[in-house]
């Protein structure tokens, strides 16, 4: 079996798929300073629940944008699976033409999002990534990256307008009733969500007018669920997409030899 890792700056997943189906799949808030055995303890008592155990896997899978955890990831897969993992950006071929100028720039976040958009859908692509940072990624019709859109993700807007202004509350994320607030409250959670709905909107028809074609614009990501039937410019919401990416990056470095089938 496979166990997936996919962390971002904010959440990570971990995945287990036994060469057929997901079996399971966890999430935590991101730690960089978590060790390989607190990771082992998080893990095993989460996999018992499903009645899985560290000898069923074989094989691994990691993406991170966080450097200072892939030692303690890389140690988790050593020590308790005791395999050598497939890091992205390492030691695993991705197989995606970069059409960047600094391609190397890439997060490889974006890259895996790629490879798990093309298993499913056809023709040019715009990938939205609601997580620490909204991105609106284009992938060509030839499954190519092309670059993209990074703004400030919809929980750093919150915060940022709760520390810069002293008399604005902290506020949870939710859909509001009405466009126009009532008080305080009210009109800042107007101003977070429907305003980072008009920017995915606004970016998205940019992105459409600059390329001149139909496009076909998938949603993903930790706070993607809340926005994606709030707006008719999103067409598929699809909460797999990053695993889906590992899994096929573990395929094709493994040469369609699947240690996870036995």
């Known amino acids: ?51 899985l155990e560290f000898g069923l896997l074989n094989a691994c899978v990691i993406s991170s944008v966080v450097p200072q955890s892939i030692f303690n990831l890389r140690n988790l897969s050593r020590r308790y699976l005791h395999v050598e993992p497939l890091i992205v950006g390492e030691n695993a071929e991705l197989g995606i033409e970069v059409r960047t100028s600094k391609p190397s720039q890439v997060g490889s976040d974006r890259l895996v999002n790629a490879l798990g958009a093309r298993e499913l859908y056809s ?19 030839d499954g190519g990256f092309e670059g993209g859109v990074i703004a400030p993700g919809v929980h750093l807007s919150m915060e940022a307008l709760h520390a810069a202004a002293a008399k604005l509350p902290r506020i949870a ?22 305003g980072h709905v008009a920017l995915i909107e606004g970016m998205i028809a940019r992105i459409k007018a600059e390329r001149n074609e139909a496009m076909t614009v998938i949603a993903t990501g930790g706070v993607a669920a809340l926005f994606h039937d709030a707006t008719p410019a999103i067409d598929h919401f699809d909460p797999d997409l990053t695993i889906r990416g590992l899994l096929v990056i573990y395929r094709r470095n493994t040469r369609d030899h699947h240690p996870e089938h036995r």
Request: zero cysteines; a negative charge; charged letters at 20%.
């Open 123 to 141: 023709g040019p692509l715009i990938i939205v990534d609601s997580g620490t940072a909204t991105k609106l990624d284009v992938i060509g019709s």
């Open 173 to 194: 994320l939710q859909k509001p009733l009405r466009v126009v607030g009532d008080d305080t409250i009210s009109a800042m959670q107007s101003g977070i969500f429907w």
């Open 1 to 51: 079996m496979l166990l997936v890792i996919e962390q971002g700056n904010t959440n990570s997943v971990f995945a287990v798929h036994d060469g057929e189906r997901w079996l399971a799949q966890w999430r935590s808030a991101t730690e960089s300073s978590r060790t390989a055995d607190e990771y082992a303890v998080w893990l095993s008592q989460l996999m018992a629940m499903h009645k």
